[in-house]
């Protein structure tokens, strides 16, 4: 889109952002970028994150990108020469009950399809893949490529690697609008009053892109939802994959420390949309413990540690925006990951890059996930 693009600003700090800061720096060390995150980096959704590193279950439009993400991931820590924390343990969601089968075996078919290595295995298979799962487990799906890592960790490895590269990263300041000239944008005006020209703006700021990007006339239906995480104390290592449930919401992994992190979409309340605030929802707590429990007994001893939530933008399809927008030149949106864009991160970042500097984008990799969806 913009071959011979010089300066770029990206606006937001969470990993989506990181990641393109990194990618736009490695792929031309004479463009310069700065990255305008208005608290810290990755203060919203990223940090939050369950940080879960999944290509089973998705949209068949985000198939491909989670593949080649995937493909990155057990490399990622020696490419940005810093720790996330990536384990690949596979990930397993189980049935407990004949409908939850019925859909297992449902889905298997055409995910390998599309190439995604997943097998339906049975009660036993499951047992012997994550020992200590609930009895009535009646078997399940099980994605050896699927794995984990750790949200801050990833977000502190994607920012130091972007800095290490030449990546300036502002931490508390804001881009408070967008100028456009001649349909184009030609700068972003800074939250302490200063105008950063720039070639192309790339906005990734998540939950609240939708308002910035209103304010010139882009309408777009990214929703900010809280979602919430519960962290366990410390047991004795006894889970390897990443455990979902069908018809359950859940995502229970066990972290390196022993402690488990429990996660599935559970709501927090977002009081009001246009900051990152949240509150923890009791009811949440409860029912997100309760399914935990049902799937995984090993748990019901274990007492809640820390609960949090994050921010994080929803789209009416469940699906990111990625890409330029028709009839605005020199604009880049990466937004509404609906609480799945954890994983496709390295990716996300190598395509807005590629965008930005007019190297091949790697379409069959985005295809459907254009913003002209929702122009
Ligand atoms: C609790 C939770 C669990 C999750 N679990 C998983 C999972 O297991 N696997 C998975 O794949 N995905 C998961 N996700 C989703 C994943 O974490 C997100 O999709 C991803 O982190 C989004 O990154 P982002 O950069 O788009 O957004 P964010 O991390 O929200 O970053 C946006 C940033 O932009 C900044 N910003 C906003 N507006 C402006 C502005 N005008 N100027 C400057 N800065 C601005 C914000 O302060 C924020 O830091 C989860 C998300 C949450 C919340």
Redesign the pocket.
């Known amino acids: 889109m913009a071959s011979g693009a010089r300066a770029i600003v990206v606006?937001?700090?969470?990993?989506?952002?990181l990641s393109a800061a990194f990618h736009l720096r490695r792929a031309d060390p004479q463009v310069q970028v700065t990255v305008?995150?208005?608290?810290r980096v990755?203060?919203?959704?990223?940090s939050?994150?369950?940080?879960?590193?999944?290509v089973m279950g998705r949209d068949p439009a985000e198939r491909a990108m989670a593949l080649e993400s995937l493909g990155r991931w057990p490399e990622l820590d020696r490419e940005l020469d810093a720790e996330t924390g990536y384990r690949r343990g596979g990930g397993l969601r189980i049935a407990l009950d004949d409908t939850g089968w019925a859909e297992a075996r449902a889905t298997v078919g055409e995910q390998r399809a599309d190439g995604v290595p997943v097998e339906l295995v049975d009660a036993a298979a499951a047992h012997r893949l994550a020992p200590g799962l609930s009895p009535d487990c009646r078997g399940g799906v099980h994605c050896p490529i699927d794995g984990q890592a750790e949200a801050v960790a990833t977000v502190r490895a994607w920012a130091t690697a972007a800095r290490r590269l030449g990546a300036r990263i502002e931490e508390g300041v804001?881009?408070d609008a967008l100028v456009v000239e001649r349909a184009r944008v030609v700068a972003i005006l800074r939250s302490d009053g200063a105008r950063l020209s720039c070639d192309v703006a790339l906005v990734?700021?998540?939950?609240?892109?939708a308002s910035?990007l209103a304010k010139i006339g882009l309408r777009f239906p990214f929703r900010g939802r809280g979602?919430?995480?519960l962290l366990t104390d410390s047991a004795p290592a006894t889970l390897t994959p990443v455990v979902g449930c069908f018809g359950r919401p859940l995502?229970l992994k066990q972290l390196a420390d022993g402690a488990y992190l429990i996660?599935g979409g559970w709501p927090a309340r977002v009081p009001d949309e246009s900051v990152?605030r949240w509150e923890v929802l009791d009811d949440s707590v409860r029912g997100s413990l309760e399914v935990a429990r049902a799937v995984y007994p090993p748990l019901v001893p274990c007492t809640v540690a820390r609960s949090w939530?994050?921010?994080?933008?929803f789209t009416p399809d469940d699906l990111p925006v990625l890409g330029p927008v028709l009839g605005v030149d020199g604009l880049l949106i990466?937004?509404g990951?609906s609480?799945?864009?954890?994983?496709?991160v390295p990716t996300v970042g190598d395509v807005l890059a590629r965008l930005a500097l007019g190297l091949d984008p790697l379409p069959y990799l985005w295809r459907g996930l254009g913003a002209a969806r929702f122009a």
């Open positions: 606006v937001g700090g969470g990993l989506m952002g305008l995150e208005r608290a990755g203060d919203a959704a990223s939050a994150s369950a940080a879960g590193v999944r804001g881009a990734a700021g998540g939950a609240w892109s910035l979602l919430q995480m995502s996660g990152n939530a994050g921010i994080e933008a990466a937004a990951f609480g799945h864009g954890f994983a496709l």
